[in-house]
């Protein structure tokens, strides 16, 4: 009987040891990935990032050097645009879901954000080619901005809903017992109290977008100068480093994994900040 | 303002009118009811004649299928405590939602019956509820001061959002309403804290303060005290003594003693039906109803 007991412990401490192992190596598959991707844009990309690189315009073909100045502009223009139409529609269709909505609708408007968030993001590029670029006859940064603008619509929806869920409702009765007016409840009371939330929601948008391709492709469509006219095509980081990775030259190559580099830590970046802002709200929210 | 909770304990002796309470002879057994007849204090004086500032007539709610008060008819006197007794869910918390038309953010409630305010319809088509919150304020059972606001923006955030913006009001209001919620002196150098960062009975405090600044005529309470202890729960109870000779408050509570202690009126609902309604020292030493008999005897709730 004692023996049987002690083995089983035995066993038992075997299976808990194994199990531990295993999610220890889960956990560093995940992590491992993200370790790859900076060590190996580190080693390949630093070298090539320099002064020159943020400060000047691509280099006609064939001549070394130049660097990405007008496509880092760019990306920050063409989120700024995305920004533009995505937060103040993601943002009040999130509120919409959390404090108007009735059930049925919101089933529905749910639903199709879901899809939405699911597009493939080409297609995006797709659809506001044929809406703005062929409307207007010349690819720009405002069909690129739209195209990402539509991207970011749904996620800072429901990422808005989300938090703003997490608002206990004693606060709103709170507010509405005070004779404040239901939108005004909504503005100062629930909104302020979920805003470090919504801004999380609006960064790990825009972090998310900020990579983007596809939707560039044919709407910004990319520029070798600066962008002097919103409605003209515009460079954009990703874009110059698609057209530069698939290049002949070496040298473009090179450039391509300091953009690389460039975007993975501004991308990182926001991340930080958003880990910053969450860690403070919880520590205010609780 | 200065009173300390050992007051509580130095209450003046019954007066007249409770004392005739006390010898009246209780159909219950003696030792259950000396628990429960109202300390001496002085709750038996209630104002004598007052027009009511709630004549409810025929009011019957619906959430959904489901009927939660049943054709209650109960005039509330104005200047006045009432309390609201009955074990849980015989609709208290209901009815006094209905009093300031909180219930209405309740989907698929429906509302049949009339409730008159000083003599007007509280349910007028087209009135903004929100008019009425502001003559009606409401203390909730869970403390919520505004987490990201400090203490003064909480206490004067009723004011600011209806559209107050004189520093001068703003100031007089701030001090006003933290003294009448007994408080002020406790964090008068710490204004600019958050409203969180006090304790769980100063939050409920301020949450009356916070109610009280925009001048209502009414407070509802529900359930005050049900999260604080005890210490918390007499300064409070202290409090809503102080605040009667200025508003109509209503109260609903689990406590029996505390609704002996602080009310002048008690009303005993159950399963939606309004049982009883008399004087707190009647209710609670020589009810009519059998019902409220048993339920104050701790028979059932």
Known sequence: MIAARHDNHRWRKIKSALASALSLLAAILVIAPLGLVFFYLLQKGAGSVNWAFF??????????????????????????????????????????????????????????????????????????????????????????????????????????????????????????????????????????????????????????????????????????FWNRNLAEPIAALPLQIFSYAISPYEDWHRQ????????????????????FLTRDRAARVT | MFLSVSSLATAPPGSPNEMSNLTMSAPTPTSQTSALTPAPN??????????????????????????????????????????????????????????????????????????????????????DPAMARRRIGMVFQKSNPFPTMSIEENVLVGLRLNGVRDRHILNERLERSLRMAALWDEVKNDLKKPGMSISGGQQQRLCIARAIAVEPEVLLMDEPCSALDPIATARVEELIRELRTRYTIVIVTHNMQQASRVSDKTAFFYVGELIEFGDTAQIFSSPRERKTEDYITGRFG
Not at chain 1, 185 to 190: K, R, S
Not at chain 1, 256 to 275: K, P
């Open chain 2, 42 to 127: 002085d709750n038996a004086v209630a104002p004598a004649v007052t027009a009511p500032a709630f004549d409810v007539r025929n009011l019957s709610i619906w959430y959904g299928e489901k009927q939660a008060i049943k054709n209650i008819s109960i005039e509330i006197p104005a200047k006045t405590v009432t309390a609201i007794i009955g074990p849980s869910g015989c609709g208290k918390s209901t009815f006094l939602r209905c009093l300031n038309r909180m219930h209405e953010l309740v989907p698929h409630t429906r509302v049949d019956g009339e409730i008159l305010f000083h003599g007007e319809n509280l349910y007028r088509p087209g009135s």
């Open chain 1, 256 to 275: 391509a994994w300091a953009g690389a580099l460039v975007l993975v830590v501004g991308i990182f970046v926001i991340n930080v900040s958003v880990r």
């Open chain 1, 55 to 224: 400060t000047q315009l691509p280099k006609p073909v064939g001549e070394i050097g130049g660097g990405m100045a007008n496509a880092i502009v760019g990306t920050g223009e063409l989120l700024a645009l995305a920004s533009l139409i995505g937060v103040p529609i993601g943002v009040l269709g999130g509120v919409y879901l959390a404090e108007y909505g009735n059930a049925s609708s919101n089933w529905w408007l749910r639903f199709v954000a879901d899809i939405l968030n699911g597009v493939p993001s080409i297609t995006w590029g797709v659809v506001v080619y044929g809406l703005i670029v062929l409307t207007f006859k010349s690819f720009s940064a405002y069909a690129g901005g739209v195209a990402l603008g539509f991207m970011m619509i749904p996620l800072i929806m429901r990422t808005t809903e989300e938090v703003l869920l997490l608002v206990p409702n004693g606060y709103r009765e709170a507010s509405l017992a005070l004779g404040i007016s239901r939108w005004r409840t909504i503005i100062h009371i629930v909104m302020k109290t979920a805003s470090k939330g919504i801004v999380t929601g609006i960064l790990l948008a825009l972090a998310r977008i900020a990579g983007e391709t596809a939707p560039l492709l044919f709407t910004a469509f990319g520029n070798r």
